[in-house]
């Protein structure tokens, strides 16, 4: 399971909706400290007794955000390490997001890689390549500019999302997936979408205007599990 920004309520709701159970669950990897991303952490390891794997710059990060409680059994790794799981491995890449020491994953069973990539900064430097070595990818779409420039939101958080540390936007994120090429791509689904400044349909034709039809797209909502994705 990839990061704990929902309750552990939820979490469970969500999974048994789709026919799954967290107690076939091996592990929860934090992707970095951000609220969204880390508040529940703690009631996942106690509630469904799942190792926590967290940097360990994170995790005090974390502590310092808001409290997560007791946390008994953390994991720490290195960003841009590899962590195995049985005949799973998951990669971490160290990613330019503003948080204390994210990271994003790419999942890899030996047959088929999926990646997860939000959260990621601005496109750096290599997040072409890793896209060319996907089967499937969850990628940030998160912003629309023209809906962030007329937001509500304060200038210096405006400034932030845009910003080298922040998110990519619908345009962004649709000409990273063109120009690292999708000949491998069964799918890509667009996530991380900000409530205010972005739409599952806007997000959707700005993809389609750059990518045409030709790969599969869906979009990650923010209220309810997703339909379950194949590979």
């Known amino acids: 399971m990839f990061d704990a920004g929902i309750s552990g309520r939820q979490a469970h709701e969500r999974l048994v909706r789709r026919g ?38 994170t995790l005090r990060a974390v502590a310092t955000r808001h409290p997560i409680g007791e946390l008994s059994d953390a994991c720490h790794f290195q960003a841009g390490a590899t962590l195995k799981f049985g005949t799973v491995a998951v990669e971490t890449i160290p990613t330019p997001h503003d948080g204390a020491d994210g990271v994003a994953f790419v999942v890899d069973d030996g047959r088929s890689r999926l990646g997860i990539l939000t959260d990621l900064g601005h496109v750096f430097a290599g997040l072409d390549a890793v896209i060319r070595s996907l089967d499937a990818v969850l990628l940030e779409s998160n912003y629309d500019p023209k809906m962030l420039a007329r937001g509500s939101y304060p200038a210096m958080l405006k400034h932030r999302i845009r910003g080298p540390g922040g998110h990519l936007s619908n345009l962004e994120a649709a000409e990273l997936l063109g120009n690292a090429g999708t000949r491998r791509l069964r799918w890509a689904c667009l996530g991380h979408l900000s409530e205010e400044n972005n739409n599952p349909a806007l997000a959707l034709a700005t993809h389609r205007r750059v990518l045409g039809d030709a790969l599969p797209l869906c979009v990650a909502t923010r209220y309810e599990a997703t339909e379950v994705m194949h590979l």
Not at 29 to 57: C, N
């Open 20 to 57: 799954l159970d967290v107690a076939d669950v091996d592990a929860l990897l934090i992707s970095h400290d951000h609220v969204d991303h880390s508040r529940s952490m703690g009631v996942y390891q106690r509630k469904f007794g799942l190792p926590v794997y967290v940097t360990a710059k």
